[in-house]
């Protein structure tokens, strides 16, 4: 479904539609469809496009119920098909059906308020009005259950069940049924706060709660820090032995694939049992070991800028890396050795020599194998490289800031540590599609990046942008979903909701980073 309009991207969580997709796309479909026609000249769809975007950000793990489109009307290939479905004004908001026949033209919606929560309940009820017969072939019912029905002694043998009591009128156990539509494991039922007999027998006081039964016959209540839409689906995603389901595309944008696709180890090596609040010096050795024996070495010589750009990597490591260390020993070593070589240009295996010398007489110690811990994948060519290149760059973001002058006397940038990132990445990072994802993001934002704090964000941001795009993709390792990161069980003061939306409190996401990617939450074991 091509034929990007100019206000929305391939990169959306959305679906662009144009004359030659839309009745094929919405005639038959096995979801409900949710369609803004806009006009790419109209002001008010330009200043609304950031709207429908997070909209269809919030609601993208729904799409195998119900799915969200555009289609502009401006381009000329679109003004027949725009003409035929009857779209006088900008935008225009369809629902169709799921199941249509080609002669449906949708039903236009007239309201007013195209606030998100407000066309994210709409869609609720579009879902709801379909009978049980043309229900969405994915959407489980999403009428409440009563006592009786909901049999409680004898549900959840082989999976959790969650039952959500809420208050007649709250659409949160409607929206957390539909946000664990992608994931295996657990199901959703909700019921009302009204039905005395289950609130009663479930000794149930405040609303919403959630109720959980578990595989093995137990049930309990949830805990849940705030009883809000994202902690609720949030606490459900993470419930052990839950898993997103993946897609089955092979269109999926993931490069990681390659880059985590190391050798078959991690499937013979022992599970190492790790606590997801801690970062692991293992994990930053691994990253390191990885980086300067594999990927820089099927370089086999280095010049000019690339050059350049691995002195500066090296200094800034030995410069911020935590601890003080064998680590820091061995880049302060390289990064002398390097400085003082008066040449152009080093074959990369005086590099991996000196490194390997400078070991072997000293000591200093950088492990000689790939050793995961919190980046352990469930099965080889998962995580692995990619997690922890991300947490080593992390936690120097956070060392930079908690030691600012130690990039004195280097002609620092604003931003050094992600200007080095980026230039790493672009010039060495062996996922290439990787590499022009992080190049534009770099391109659009990077700069604006004033301080330490900021550097902080920007790349917390960043990552979650990729986290969020990459939910489902094939690199998505099904034990470890990618979702917003922190998690409410990481950081529930992190997290908040503002008018039915979820939104970050970024002052506790920085206290959190600072705290989490700090010197004294590293934990050193499994480390050589
Ligand atoms: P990762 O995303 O690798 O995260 C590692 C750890 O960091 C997590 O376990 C968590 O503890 C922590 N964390 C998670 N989110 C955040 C956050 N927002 N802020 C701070 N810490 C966080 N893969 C693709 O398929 N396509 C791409 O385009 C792509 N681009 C990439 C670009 C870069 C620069 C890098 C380094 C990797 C890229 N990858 C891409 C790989 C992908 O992002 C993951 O690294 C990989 O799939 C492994 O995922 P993971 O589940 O181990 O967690």
Same mark, same amino acid.
């Given at each position: 479904?091509?034929?990007?309009?100019?206000?929305?991207?391939?990169?959306?969580?959305?679906?662009?539609?144009?004359?030659?997709?839309?009745?094929?796309?919405?005639? &038959?479909?096995?979801?409900?469809?949710?369609?803004?026609?806009?006009?790419?000249?109209?002001?008010?769809?330009?200043?609304?496009?950031?709207?429908? $975007?997070?909209?269809?950000?919030?609601?993208?793990?729904?799409?195998?119920?119900?799915?969200?489109?555009?289609?502009?009307?401006?381009?000329?290939?679109?003004?027949?098909? +725009? $003409?035929?479905?009857?779209? *006088?004004?900008?935008?225009?908001?369809?629902?169709?059906?799921?199941?249509?026949?080609?002669?449906?033209?949708?039903?236009?919606?007239?309201?007013?308020?195209?606030?998100?929560?407000?066309?994210?309940?709409?869609?609720?009820?579009?879902?709801? &009005?379909?009978?049980?017969?043309? /229900?969405?072939?994915?959407?489980?019912?999403?009428?409440?259950?009563?006592?009786?029905?909901? &049999?409680?002694?004898?549900?959840?043998?082989?999976?959790?069940?969650?039952?959500?009591?809420?208050?007649?009128?709250?659409?949160?156990?409607?929206?957390?049924?539909?946000?664990?539509?992608?994931?295996?494991?657990?199901?959703? *039922?909700?019921?009302?706060?009204?039905?005395?007999?289950?609130?009663?027998?479930?000794?149930?006081?405040?609303?919403?709660?959630?109720?959980?039964?578990?595989?093995?016959?137990?049930?309990?209540?949830?805990?849940?820090?705030?009883?809000?839409?994202?902690?609720?689906?949030?606490?459900?995603?993470?419930?052990?032995?839950?898993?997103? /389901?993946?897609?089955?595309?092979?269109?999926?944008?993931?490069?990681?694939?390659?880059?985590?696709?190391?050798?078959?180890?991690?499937?013979?090596?022992?599970?190492?049992?790790?606590?997801?609040?801690?970062?692991?010096?293992?994990?930053?050795?691994?990253?390191?070991?990885?980086?300067?024996?594999?990927?820089?070495?099927?370089?086999?010589?280095?010049?000019?800028?690339?050059? $350049?750009?691995?002195?500066?990597?090296?200094?800034?490591?030995?410069?911020?890396?935590?601890?003080?260390?064998?680590?820091?020993?061995?880049?302060?070593?390289?990064?002398?050795?390097?400085?003082? @070589?008066?040449?152009?240009?080093?074959?990369?295996?005086? =590099?991996?020599?000196?490194?390997?010398? *400078? @070991?072997?007489?000293?000591?200093?110690?950088?492990?000689?194998?790939?050793?995961?811990?919190?980046?352990?994948?469930?099965?080889?060519?998962? /995580?692995?490289?990619?997690?922890?290149?991300?947490?080593?760059?992390? =936690?120097?973001?956070?060392?930079?800031? %908690?030691?600012?002058?130690?990039?004195?006397?280097?002609?620092?940038?604003?931003?050094?540590?992600?200007?080095? @990132?980026?230039?790493?990445?672009?010039?060495?990072?062996?996922?290439?599609? +990787?590499?022009?994802?992080?190049?534009?993001?770099?391109?659009?934002?990077?700069?604006?990046?004033?301080?330490?704090?900021?550097?902080?964000?920007?790349?917390?941001?960043?990552?979650?942008?990729?986290?969020?795009?990459?939910?489902?993709?094939?690199?998505?390792?099904?034990?470890?979903? *990618? %979702?917003?990161?922190?998690?409410?069980?990481?950081? %529930?003061?992190?997290?908040?909701?503002?008018?039915?939306?979820?939104?970050?409190?970024?002052?506790?996401?920085?206290?959190?980073?600072?705290?989490?990617?700090?010197?004294?939450?590293?934990?050193?074991?499994?480390?050589?």
């Amino acid at each position: 479904l091509g034929g990007a309009g100019r206000l929305y991207t391939e990169e959306d969580p959305l679906v662009i539609l144009s004359s030659d997709s839309l009745k094929s796309a919405v005639t &038959n479909s096995s979801s409900a469809w949710l369609i803004q026609f806009f006009s790419s000249w109209c002001g008010h769809c330009i200043q609304y496009s950031s709207t429908w $975007k997070a909209l269809a950000q919030d609601v993208k793990d729904w799409q195998d119920a119900i799915s969200v489109g555009v289609l502009d009307c401006a381009q000329e290939e679109n003004f027949d098909v +725009c $003409k035929d479905y009857s779209i *006088k004004f900008y935008p225009t908001f369809k629902f169709f059906w799921a199941h249509s026949p080609p002669s449906e033209r949708g039903t236009t919606y007239r309201g007013a308020d195209r606030s998100i929560p407000s066309v994210r309940q709409l869609m609720v009820n579009v879902l709801q &009005n379909h009978t049980n017969l043309d /229900r969405p072939k994915h959407c489980p019912p999403l009428e409440p259950y009563r006592y009786l029905d909901l &049999n409680l002694d004898r549900v959840g043998v082989y999976h959790y069940t969650a039952i959500l009591v809420e208050e007649p009128d709250s659409y949160v156990g409607r929206e957390v049924i539909l946000d664990l539509l992608q994931y295996l494991g657990v199901q959703v *039922k909700r019921a009302l706060s009204s039905d005395r007999p289950l609130v009663d027998a479930l000794k149930l006081t405040a609303f919403p709660a959630i109720y959980l039964l578990h595989p093995n016959g137990t049930h309990a209540h949830l805990h849940s820090e705030k009883p809000l839409r994202f902690f609720f689906s949030s606490l459900l995603r993470t419930l052990p032995g839950v898993q997103r /389901r993946l897609k089955s595309s092979s269109t999926s944008s993931s490069g990681a694939s390659q880059v985590g696709a190391l050798p078959g180890k991690q499937n013979t090596e022992p599970w190492r049992d790790f606590d997801r609040s801690k970062v692991y010096t293992a994990d930053l050795e691994t990253a390191l070991h990885y980086l300067l024996r594999v990927e820089l070495a099927t370089h086999n010589t280095l010049e000019g800028e690339e050059l $350049k750009i691995f002195k500066d990597l090296v200094t800034l490591v030995a410069k911020l890396y935590p601890g003080g260390g064998s680590v820091v020993k061995l880049m302060e070593t390289l990064s002398d050795w390097l400085l003082s @070589m008066p040449l152009q240009r080093i074959p990369y295996q005086a =590099v991996l020599d000196l490194v390997d010398n *400078k @070991m072997r007489i000293s000591g200093v110690f950088l492990g000689a194998e790939l050793r995961w811990v919190g980046c352990q994948g469930s099965r080889a060519g998962l /995580r692995g490289y990619p997690c922890s290149l991300w947490t080593l760059f992390h =936690v120097l973001t956070v060392q930079h800031d %908690a030691n600012p002058t130690a990039l004195d006397n280097t002609g620092a940038e604003a931003a050094p540590v992600l200007q080095m @990132m980026r230039r790493y990445i672009r010039t060495f990072f062996g996922c290439r599609e +990787c590499g022009r994802h992080f190049e534009q993001a770099a391109a659009v934002g990077m700069d604006n990046v004033q301080n330490r704090e900021q550097q902080i964000l920007w790349l917390w941001q960043q990552h979650n942008r990729g986290n969020m795009r990459l939910a489902g993709s094939l690199s998505d390792d099904p034990l470890f979903p *990618k %979702a917003p990161w922190p998690s409410p069980s990481l950081c %529930a003061s992190c997290h908040e909701e503002k008018n039915g939306v979820h939104v970050w409190n970024q002052d506790n996401v920085l206290r959190f980073l600072r705290q989490h990617y700090a010197a004294s939450n590293l934990s050193p074991e499994y480390s050589v």
